[in-house]
């Protein structure tokens, strides 16, 4: 039998409520705060990920799937949305006639990692990107933005991790001073970070090696180095974050693998999954809309790992995910074609149906609409069509009602849209 590619899944008809869910959840948030979907391919060229994301990080150097077509052309599954999205504010000119631009976009990710829980070669993300706002109010919303959803899909256990990375003005002097305390240290890091020592430092910080760890616990810290305004930005956006009551740890360890972040950076970790234990990551990349042939214009952005927000939730065993509004349990033929004639009129008026179409008792039909976690349970059978009255069962409370053949679906309807 053909098999999944590793490391690829399939989101089964039972946790997909729970993924609709949670996807409408941030979307209608969003969107409250002024954001609006974009909607872009899952493939482009290579060359757009290689410059964006930049050569020495992981996802460029050993994640990518990348493929020449049948014309030779370099092409490569989107490990992320950001330059895809960044590619798209160019080309479509989304700059004007005004450069404020607030997207957000969620789907697959391809990245050839070495799969684990919670770690996948197909995964997806929703992601938010806000074009044209220098100010560190715009970092502090959009930390505020996913605390709001994280709120709303009731999550606890999480904790937002900040660092500033500077700017072009402040970050090379930084990187000497890291580089010497490296140099210093070299025996007690791993190969990877003997090899980033050189080309990308600030990547020594995030190693996840614990001996790299040890060895790298009193390195100094980038925001101790950071130029003026870099720690004046920095500074209102704690400020922003304390005045709305959002907390966060100061993690100077954050450096995120992409080349292209600037200023703030920030992670939303979580305790509830172990290893993998980063919900949502992002910050400010002021330079990559520049770098890819736009005009030179701010933006910031962030990425949440749907596939982890949906374990945390489903962890927290609060499954969202619904089953059918009403379970018809029809009990001979003539009743089943009742039933049917029903259920399509339910559908039709925007109620979800299911119902038995084989000959089963009714013990063994509530019994299927138990695991089908269905809210109501509508009972026909031919003792209920002689009285001409049906009952209506709420799973929930267990309260039931007789309802009158005549008019049924409209009586149907009106109980459960009030139980609702
Ligand atoms: P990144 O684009 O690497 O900053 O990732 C943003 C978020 O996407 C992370 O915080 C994770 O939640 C999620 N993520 C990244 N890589 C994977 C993966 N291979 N499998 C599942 N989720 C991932």
Redesign the pocket.
Known sequence: MIQLIKGFKDILPEEVALWQQIEKTAADIFEDFGFREIRIPMMERTELFARSIGQDTD?VEKEMYTFADRKGDLLTLR??ATASVVRAYIQHKLYTPDPVRKLYTIGP?F?R?RPQK????Q???INAEVFGVASPYIDAQLIIMLAVLFERLMIKDIKAHINSLGCPQCRPAFKKILGDFISSKIDRLCTDCRRRKDRNPLRVLDCKVPACRQAMADAPALTDHICEACREHFNTVQEILNTQGVEYILDKGLV???DYYTRTTF??QTSALGA?N?????GRYDRLVHALGGPEIPAIG????????VEVVLQQERSLGRGPDVFIAALGEKSRQMAFDWSCDLNRDGISTEMEFADKSLKSQMKRAHRLNSAHVLIVGENELAKGEIILRNMNTKEQHALTIEGLVKSVKDRIRGDL
């Open positions: 996802i490990p992320e990710m990245r990692e919670g770690r996948y070669r995964f997806y993300q995120r693998g992409l992670e939303i993998q980063a919900i949502a990551g992002g962030f990425a949440i790992g749907l596939d982890r927000l």
